[in-house]
């Protein structure tokens, strides 16, 4: 609970989706630091060891953290902007 009053902006808006759009699992990169500071944290794991580089890995968010989020979303306040998703990494390159 500690961890999610301390989010960094980054972190926010990668957790913002699973809040606000009541999405279940997000399909992000597996080389994206803030994505694996997160895991590592335990707020979010990966949800299948099969993916790509394209469309990502699934990843959900742990019960513990949706529960608190859903809770008290201000926690989210102050999210910076949306991450691409690895398709939009993919492609931008």
């Known amino acids: ?3 999610l009053a ?4 980054d972190e926010k808006a990668h957790l913002l989706p699973y809040i606000s759009e009541a999405e279940t ?3 992000l990169a597996v080389d994206d630091g ?3 500071g997160l895991i ?3 707020v ?3 949800a299948a060891s099969v993916g790509s580089v394209v469309d990502g890995f699934a990843v959900n968010m742990q019960p513990w953290a949706r529960k608190c989020l859903n809770k008290d979303p201000e926690l989210l ?3 910076g902007p949306r991450p691409l ?4 990494r993919f492609w931008a390159r």
């Not at 301390?6 to 902006?9: A, E, G, Q, S, V």
């Open 1 to 3: 609970m500690r961890w």
């Open 6 to 9: 301390d989010l960094t902006p």
């Open 25 to 27: 699992t997000q399909y």
């Open 34 to 36: 803030v994505v694996n």
């Open 40 to 42: 590592s944290k335990g």
């Open 44 to 46: 979010l794991y990966r």
């Open 77 to 79: 306040w102050g999210a």
């Open 85 to 88: 998703t690895p398709r939009e």
